[in-house]
């Protein structure tokens, strides 16, 4: 034999790095470096896929669009915007994708649309394409017809049109041409949703050429809000694209990732839905686009908890989910999908996520620090969500001291983890410096004995004098790279003894050429099979423990390393393997908003 069963299927798959993103801030698709794109959900980000060939490369479905010849390819954004171009380069010209789903700014009717317009730049290029849509994650019968230059495909759920400026074939499931384009010659596919009575809707080349020109004017003006001029102005602008992508305009939610169940481990079990809303996630997302003047997010966002939100007050986990769908809905019972290979042979594939049923404490001081954020640098907090805000410090001086299954959603039992303690002492701190800011009505007398309380429990139970470090729970010795907040969020001043020994102590452990590990599974076990890659949002986090305690030289070295490990387009998986593949699901909003954040306080520090 002449490989591993996994080997084979790698020749099938491309890397996950090897992908752009395209959004109309309802949906979202990878298109892959090679012109294909391998993964889209319609209408919404949590909608059953449509093409999935990235889970499975025969059963998933994908849009393939190439040169018909052998070709060198390259890919890029159009500056300041979520337009992505694929260029082919052969013998005889160049040629190249335009990719993007019109957007355009609020009032107008969305179009659940998927636009990919072909041009010849130079010479003469012959094309072919492929439509394989297969509904449902590949499980959903499906039949095509034709109508002129438009085809129909119709399953129970959903139905889109493909329309074309050349002729299509078809059999009982696909669609699929060759056409060759001259030097200025342009070929445009258009995919469309099909809704109610609606007849199908054409994309001809003004068409096009207009919903183009629009997208590309919605990005830019979106970007123009910017305040940040740093030194890494196109790899933060970059990051914070990225994060519009993943917001969902109708309410305002923000999810964690595009995609599901891309592996932590090529062949492991560590495949997760990232299609939600986390409010860790989200709440840090808001911080890192206040930072940077888009204030706009975080009204949609407080809007989000505010009216898509139910707050049972004895939910098992507080007034709050650690996450929602992305419409609020609180309902994620994650199953599997047999009939999907997963990614590489990475199974099993999963949909929706049973860690929204477990107790994670931190989730309240993420989500109270934006909060404090938001009152600060975008307006005033109004009366009823100052109430709102009362509740929460409330429960959580109620509720802190229980153990819970911490940042990192393990599934080996509950403890009580630092990072825990420590983001419920930032929610009642924030809370109380609300109150104070605005003189607002709290209970003070019994807030701020309660943050007291907690410091005092952190600074004894969660120091290991053995360690000579801070570690992940109360009467452990396991190092936890989530303990790099603790400077962050203003807990310990960043050049206290005690912290800069756990600053060392984290870098001589989990520290391996700017990537961090969360943890180490093997010296606390989280109830998981496999093993796993270094956590991008860690490594950025490290940065800026490193920029805060003064030690600039460092810093700047562990971010310019960092950069390096970006894709060609700059966007990050959730983690990066030993060997610098990317791994988990792609992209990730959370290693983007701290990417963010590392960038603006180096900037500031370096002066």
Avoid at 343 to 371: C, E, H, K, M, T
Avoid at 591 to 601: K, R, V, Y
Wanted: net charge negative; with cysteine; glycine share 8%.
């Amino acid at each position: 034999m002449s490989g591993t069963p996994t080997e084979h299927k790698s020749v099938r798959y491309l890397p996950i790095a090897e992908h752009g993103l395209i959004g109309d801030l309802h949906t979202a698709a990878l298109v892959s470096t090679d012109g294909t794109i391998d993964w889209y959900c319609c209408p919404s980000f949590d909608s059953p896929s449509v093409f999935a060939a990235i889970l499975d490369a025969d059963r998933g479905g994908a849009f393939e669009l190439s040169a018909a010849v052998p070709a060198d390819t390259k890919q890029f954004y159009l500056p300041d915007t979520n337009v992505l171009i694929t260029r082919f380069f052969t013998e005889d010209g160049l040629g190249e994708i335009q990719d993007f789903m019109p957007v355009t700014d609020a009032g107008e009717a969305h179009r659940h649309g998927l636009v990919r317009r072909v041009v010849c730049v130079r010479g003469k290029i012959p094309f072919r394409a492929r439509v394989a849509p297969r509904f449902g994650y590949g499980a959903h019968p499906h039949s095509v017809r034709m109508l002129d230059r438009t085809a129909l495909f119709t399953s129970a759920a959903l139905s889109l049109t493909l329309t074309a400026t050349v002729p299509l074939g078809c059999d009982e499931h696909d669609v699929w041409t060759e056409f060759e384009l001259s030097q200025g010659e342009t070929t445009v596919f258009a995919l469309d949703r099909v809704s109610g009575e609606t007849p199908p809707r054409g994309c001809p080349h003004a068409e096009a050429e207009r919903a183009f020109t629009a997208t590309v004017a919605f990005w830019r003006r979106w970007l123009q809000q910017s305040r940040y001029r740093g030194r890494w102005r196109e790899m933060v602008h970059r990051s914070a694209l990225t994060l519009k992508l993943l917001t969902y305009a109708p309410t305002g939610a923000i999810v964690a990732a595009p995609t599901t169940s891309l592996p932590e481990q090529i062949g492991g079990g560590r495949n997760w839905d990232y299609r939600y809303a986390w409010v860790r996630d989200a709440a840090f997302a808001v911080y890192a686009l206040l930072r940077l003047g888009f204030t706009e997010e975080a009204k949609a966002f407080m809007g989000f908890l505010t009216q898509h939100i139910d707050r049972p007050e004895d939910g098992p986990s507080g007034p709050l989910q650690i996450m929602y769908g992305i419409d609020g809905r609180s309902e994620l019972h994650e199953h599997e999908l047999p009939h999907l290979e997963g990614y590489r042979g990475s199974a099993p594939v999963r949909v929706g996520n049973d860690a929204v049923n477990q107790l994670q404490l931190d989730i309240y001081g993420a989500l109270l620090d934006s909060v404090y954020l938001y009152d600060k640098w975008c307006e005033p907090l109004l009366s009823g969500q100052w109430r709102g805000v009362c509740d929460v410090v409330d429960w959580v001086c109620e509720h802190w001291d229980t153990p819970d299954e911490g940042v990192w959603e393990t599934r080996g039992g509950r403890k009580k983890f630092l990072y825990s303690r420590l983001m419920c002492w930032v929610a009642i701190d924030r809370g109380i410096r609300i109150a104070l800011h605005r003189g607002l009505p709290a209970e003070l007398v019994r807030w701020g004995p309660v943050r007291d309380t907690i410091y005092r429990r952190i600074m004894d139970e969660g120091w290991s004098p053995a360690r000579q470090a801070f570690v992940q729970y109360e009467g452990g010795d396991v190092l936890d790279a989530a303990v790099l907040m603790m400077p962050l969020t203003k807990f310990i001043a960043p050049n206290d003894p005690v912290w800069l020994s756990t600053l060392d102590a984290l870098g001589n452990e989990l520290v391996s050429d700017s990537l961090v590990w969360r943890y180490d599974p093997e010296a606390s076990p989280d109830g998981l099979e496999g093993d796993e890659g270094t956590f991008s949002i860690c490594s950025f986090w490290y940065v800026e423990a490193l920029t805060r305690a003064g030690r600039l030289d460092e810093a700047r070295l562990a971010f310019e390393k960092m950069l390096t490990y970006a894709n060609h387009l700059g966007l990050y998986a959730e983690e990066i393997s030993h060997t610098g593949e990317q791994l988990g699901n792609f992209p990730q909003a959370f290693t983007h908003l701290a990417l963010i954040s590392a960038a603006f306080n180096l900037d500031r520090a370096l002066g």
